[in-house]
C-alpha cells in the first residue's frame, strides 16, 4: 500500500467513522503521522484521488469504500457490530448516462412543447413548466418512456472565473456513437420523480438533480465545503437536443461556480482528459464535442461575446 493510502487506513481505523479526505490529512497530521516528503498545500487532493483511483480499479478487493459523495470508510469495520448501520452502507459507483433514465423520469408533452417554441420569446424552465402543468402537459413517465412526451434532462457545466471545465466522455460512460469518446462540457442527468422535493416543487427537482449529479460526478459531497456555502447550479437556457437512440429529450443548461479549491480529478479516474477551456473564443476543435456540448458551447461564447 502507498503512503497516502496508508494514512488513510490508520486515521479510518482509529476514529472508526467515515472522513473526508480533508478530515483525514488533518487527523493525520495531529497525530503527526505525516511523512516530511508528503507535505503540501494541496495533498487532500492527492488522497482523494488515491483513494477514489482505489477503489474504482480494485472494486470489492479494496480496503476503502465510500459512504456517500467524498466520504471514505474501511471494508474491514463493516462487520464490526459497534458501528452504526449508516456507516455500513456503500455508495455506488458512478453510473453509465444510459442507466439514468431507471427511474420514472419527468416528460413534457411534445405537442406543448412545439406551441412553446412557437409562441415563446425564450425558454424559462420554470414559466414553462408551470404553463405545462396549465395544459396538463406534464406528467411522469413509465420506464418504457412514452413517444409523445420529451424526457427532462439537466446538463450542467462547471466554471471557474472565465474557464469552462472539459473532460473527455468515456466509452463506458456513454457508448452511444455521437458521444462516446469526444469531449464535453456537462454532467447529463434525468429529472426524475424523486427530484423533486418541499424545497423545489417549482422546477420539479432540476436543480436539485443537477447539483446532486455534479456531486457525484466530481466525487464531492456537502462535508467538502466545508463552512462555504454550497450552492445549487443556475439555470442558463434550454432547448431540444438528440437523446437516447434518436430521441428528442429537452435539454436544461446550467451553471454551477465551483470553489477555488477545487480541481477536477485526474484521467485515471472517471473523468478522461480534463482541462479549462478559455470562454472568451469558440474551441478550434469543435468537432471534436458531442452535440449537446456543441450547442451549448455556441449559446455560451455568444453571450460572453455579447459582454464585452
Excluded at 127 to 146: K, N, T
Excluded at 206 to 216: K, P
Excluded at 238 to 260: H, I, K, R
Aim: proline share 5%; glycine share 4%; hydrophobic share 35%.
Amino acid at each position: 500500500m502507498d503512503s497516502y493510502l496508508d494514512i488513510a487506513h490508520k486515521v479510518l481505523r482509529a476514529s472508526r467513522r467515515p472522513m473526508s479526505a480533508r478530515g483525514i490529512l488533518n487527523a493525520a497530521y495531529r497525530a503527526h503521522i505525516v511523512p516530511e516528503h508528503l507535505r503540501g498545500k494541496t495533498q487532500h487532493k492527492t488522497l482523494q484521488a488515491r483513494l477514489s483511483e482505489d477503489i474504482l480499479h480494485h472494486r470489492s478487493s479494496s480496503l476503502f469504500y465510500r459512504t456517500e459523495p467524498g466520504l471514505f470508510f474501511l471494508c474491514e469495520l463493516i462487520s464490526d457490530p459497534n458501528i452504526p448501520e449508516k456507516f455500513k452502507e456503500v455508495f455506488p459507483a458512478r453510473r453509465r448516462t444510459r442507466d439514468l433514465q431507471n427511474e420514472n423520469a419527468l416528460g413534457i408533452s411534445r405537442d406543448f412543447l412545439r406551441r412553446w417554441r412557437e409562441g415563446a420569446d425564450g425558454w424559462d424552465l420554470v414559466e414553462m413548466l408551470a404553463d405545462a402543468e396549465r395544459h396538463e402537459a406534464v406528467r411522469y413517465l413509465p420506464q418504457s418512456g412514452d413517444a409523445e412526451y420529451a424526457t427532462l434532462w439537466t446538463f450542467s457545466l462547471v466554471r471557474r472565473n472565465d474557464e469552462m471545465l472539459s473532460y473527455r466522455v468515456g466509452r463506458y460512460r456513454d457508448d452511444r456513437e455521437a458521444f462516446a469518446n469526444k469531449r464535453t462540457i456537462g454532467f447529463p442527468g434525468a429529472v426524475t420523480v424523486s427530484d423533486r422535493s418541499l424545497f423545489s416543487q417549482d422546477d420539479y427537482g432540476a436543480t436539485e438533480n443537477a447539483l446532486r449529479v455534479l456531486l457525484l460526478d466530481l466525487d464531492l459531497s456537502s462535508q467538502s465545503f466545508l463552512n462555504e456555502k454550497l450552492k445549487k447550479p443556475s439555470p442558463l437556457f434550454t432547448f431540444e437536443a438528440e437523446g437516447d437512440d434518436g430521441v428528442t429529450v429537452l435539454l436544461v443548461v446550467l451553471e454551477w461556480t465551483c470553489p477555488d479549491w477545487f480541481e477536477p480529478t485526474t484521467r485515471k479516474l472517471s473523468l478522461n482528459d480534463p482541462c479549462w477551456l478559455d470562454l472568451s473564443v469558440q474551441p478550434n476543435n469543435i468537432d471534436d464535442f458531442e452535440p449537446w456540448s456543441k450547442t451549448t458551447l455556441r449559446r455560451i461564447v455568444s453571450r460572453e461575446l455579447a459582454k464585452e
